[in-house]
C-alpha cells in the first residue's frame, strides 16, 4: 500500500481564521513532507520532517506551523493566510530522510486551499 | 544547488503517436532521477525511477526513462499514446544532502 491520504480535499477560509490540514500514511515511513503547489507550477517543498521531528523548514512564513504528533500523522496548522497563500498544499512520504531525502516520495492527493 | 529543467512546456499528439519528453538536471554528483505524473484533478503519482544500474528505465502504463550522465538527461519515452496520458509530467532529481527538486512541468494533451 503506497498510499497517503489528506484532509479536508477542498477548504476555503477568511484571512482571520485558523484551521488544520491533515495527512496520514500508514507506510512505516519516517520523513513526511509539506509542499505548495500553485497552478500550473510543479510543487514547493515547504517542511520536512524526519522521525517525528522538523528538520527542515524552507523559510516558511509563521502563518504555517507544522505539526508531526506520531509518525503516522502530520499536521499543518493555519492561521491569518493570504490570498496568495491559495494552492495546492500536498503531503507526502518517503522511507527514510537521509539530509534531505533520497527516496521515493509518495503524494497525497492534496488539499485545494481557497483564501477569501 | 541542482536544477531541474523541462524543455517543453506544452505538447499536442496525436493517439498512437510516440512522445519524448526531455529533462535536463544539473548537478555533478550521484543522483537519484524520478518522473512523476499528475493526471487532471489527480495526485502526483510516480512514473518510474532511476538510482543505479541499468541506465534504461521501465515504468508504469507503458513509459521508460534513459538516463545518459554524459548529457545530464534523462529523457521520458512512450511509443504509442493514449487519450489517457493527457495530463502534467514532472521530472525531478534528488541528491544526498539535496531536497527533491521538481522540473516546471511539461503538459501534455492526447487528442483523441
Known amino acids: 500500500d503506497t498510499e497517503v491520504t489528506q484532509t479536508p480535499k477542498h477548504l476555503v477560509m477568511g484571512m482571520t481564521n485558523k484551521k488544520s490540514l491533515k495527512c496520514e500514511q500508514h507506510?512505516?515511513?519516517?520523513?513526511m513532507y509539506w509542499y505548495k503547489q500553485k497552478a500550473k507550477k510543479p510543487p514547493e517543498l515547504m517542511f520536512v520532517?524526519?522521525?517525528?521531528?522538523?528538520?527542515i523548514n524552507e523559510s516558511v512564513p509563521s502563518r504555517f506551523s507544522p505539526e508531526c504528533p506520531n509518525s503516522s500523522l502530520l499536521n499543518l496548522h493555519l492561521h491569518a493566510l493570504q490570498p496568495e497563500d491559495s494552492a495546492l498544499y500536498l503531503c507526502?512520504?518517503?522511507?527514510?530522510?537521509?539530509?534531505?531525502?533520497?527516496?521515493?516520495?509518495?503524494f497525497g492527493p492534496g488539499t485545494r486551499l481557497t483564501v477569501l | 544547488a541542482q536544477s531541474v529543467s523541462q524543455h517543453n512546456h506544452h505538447v499536442i499528439l496525436s493517439e498512437a503517436a510516440s512522445l519524448e519528453l526531455g529533462c535536463n538536471y544539473s548537478?555533478?554528483?550521484?543522483?537519484?532521477l524520478f518522473w512523476y505524473v499528475q493526471y487532471p484533478g489527480q495526485h502526483l503519482q510516480l512514473l518510474l525511477k532511476?538510482?543505479?544500474?541499468?541506465?534504461l528505465v521501465k515504468g508504469i502504463k507503458g513509459f521508460e526513462a534513459e538516463f545518459i550522465k554524459s548529457k545530464f538527461s534523462f529523457n521520458l519515452r512512450k511509443p504509442s499514446v493514449q487519450w489517457s496520458d493527457t495530463a502534467e509530467y514532472f521530472c525531478?532529481?534528488?541528491?544526498?544532502?539535496?531536497?527533491?527538486?521538481f522540473g516546471g512541468g511539461t503538459r501534455v494533451l492526447v487528442k483523441p
Open positions: 507526502a512520504s518517503s522511507h527514510t530522510v537521509d539530509g534531505f531525502s533520497t527516496d521515493t516520495q509518495y
Open positions: 507506510m512505516g515511513h519516517r520523513a
Open positions: 520532517y524526519s522521525y517525528e521531528k522538523l528538520s
Open positions: 548537478y555533478g554528483g550521484t543522483v537519484n
Open positions: 532511476y538510482f543505479s544500474g541499468d541506465p
Open positions: 525531478a532529481v534528488t541528491a544526498a544532502g539535496n531536497k527533491l527538486t
